[in-house]
């Protein structure tokens, strides 16, 4: 899904998300954090976020993340906090239909991948002249694009999945959403369960003030502890 970047990376913010499985202490998880996340499951499930994606032919095509129904639940602060279990890309986002499955990932790994792989996410403006973008891309809705790169690492191998979204407001929202998730589902060995989401995300906001309350919420972290050269 396209060749290793050299970026910006994402790191990890140590007093975001606290707590480790070798301590055995369940993570403590900021108010704002909580509902930046509530704000990312709910955006990408009611609306998607439209990308481009690099395929293996090293092409820009139109894709639309969203999150599976699958969920683990992690406990935090005595809450029962439920984290997607992975990132999907679709041809088409059909509005009617919010649920989507990991079965939906084939063998080679199409169509998504799952959070627990992920193991590196990096952002940076730069273009790259080796994945260029066509010239109705750098004139439409992408031309102020941000690349982020997911690093993956399945059985026997690592593969970056390239994906250009349309701001570097978009990108921020999506590298310190997965960020947040990682942290969840790593640093705690309280019990978990992984099924259909039993706890619904509800929002009294459109899908527009769910984005809008999501950046306001990213303000309160530092730009500089998420966009780090």
Known sequence: DGNSQTGTVVPSNPESVAGSASTGKPPNMPVNQKRFLENFVHTLRSEGMEVLKLNRDNKWQTRYLTVSKEVQIVNVNNERVPCPVGMLWLKKFNHRNKDHSISSIDKEGKGGVLVTQLVRVSATSRADPGQPLTKKQ???KFKDSVLVTLRAKETSATRDICLRCQSKQDAHFLCT???IVLELMTSTDG?????????KLELDRSSSKVR????????SVKTSDMWEV
Do not use: H, Q, Y
Request: hydrophobic share 35%.
């Open 191 to 199: 019990p978990a369960s992984v099924g259909e989401n039993k706890s």
């Open 177 to 179: 959403s997965i960020r």
């Open 138 to 140: 750098l004139t439409g």
């Open 212 to 219: 809008n309350a999501a950046n306001s919420d990213a303000a």
